[in-house]
């Protein structure tokens, strides 16, 4: 690879996008792949630059935000180490949808177009495969606009911290503890409603025991109490 660096494949196979590659596409992949480093505040890109790569994360945490036309911000994500961005318009070309903003220093796989599209060209049972994981974002993106307008305060958050139990949760004594870290000002960005409203509902799902939530982290107790009020 590029640089010689070190890179940790478990990492890359922790997304689907990477997982679904052979060890020899995997190979091909890193031949062609370059590290980028990003500093806290940094933006890697911005809604609306053209989409000529997509980025693997091997360390640090990186946040996707839209912005209104009147400065008002929207988390759409909270990505970590083994997350892909990017990929969609990277593969048509497109305009990138939604801005991503370095947290924390970290260190990024950059996959270019010009390498990547021959790449695929070649490999037709791979675009069978890659055409799968598209679906789950689509599905994935889908079940969010739903959750928005269908689900009240009280069932989105509950289905929001059981997503990122399953994604970021590391089993403890205690519970499922969150690994990546979420202010109550995140998880309101994030469903799109006021800080006020994320407190008021955390507050009730500690005094129910699901939960417990202390300097911006989070330890799921009882994922059935969320689940139940999720569904």
């Not at 048509?92 to 060209?121: H, I, N």
Request: charged share 25%; glycine share 6%; proline share 3%.
């Amino acid at each position: 690879m590029p640089g010689d660096e070190l890179i940790d494949i478990a990492i890359l196979r922790r997304n689907r996008l990477f997982g679904i590659l052979e060890p020899a596409e995997m190979d091909a992949v890193l031949a062609f792949a370059r590290p980028a480093r990003v500093e806290p505040q940094e933006r890697v890109f911005t809604k609306g630059d053209p989409g000529d790569c997509l980025y693997a994360i091997l360390r640090g945490r990186l946040a996707v935000q839209t912005e209104s036309e009147d400065a008002k911000v929207m988390l759409l994500n909270i990505m970590n180490a083994g997350d892909v961005f990017g990929e969609i318009a990277m593969l048509d070309g497109g305009e990138r949808t939604a801005t991503v903003v370095a947290q924390e220093t970290s260190t990024l796989l950059r996959v270019d177009r010009r390498d990547f599209l021959p790449f695929l060209e070649s490999r037709p049972t791979l675009c069978i495969r890659l055409m799968g994981v598209l679906c789950e974002r689509v599905r994935w993106t889908s079940a969010i606009i739903e959750d928005t307008v269908f689900l009240k305060v009280t069932q989105r958050l509950a289905k929001r911290i059981t997503m990122l139990a399953q994604l970021y949760g590391r089993r403890t004594d205690k519970g499922i503890r969150i690994s990546t870290y979420l202010s109550q000002e995140d998880l309101a960005n994030m469903l799109g409603v006021s800080r006020e409203s994320v407190n008021k509902t955390l507050k009730s799902f500690q005094a129910s025991g699901a939960i417990s939530y202390r300097n911006g982290y989070m330890v799921v107790h009882d994922p059935a109490f969320l689940e139940k009020i999720a569904a």
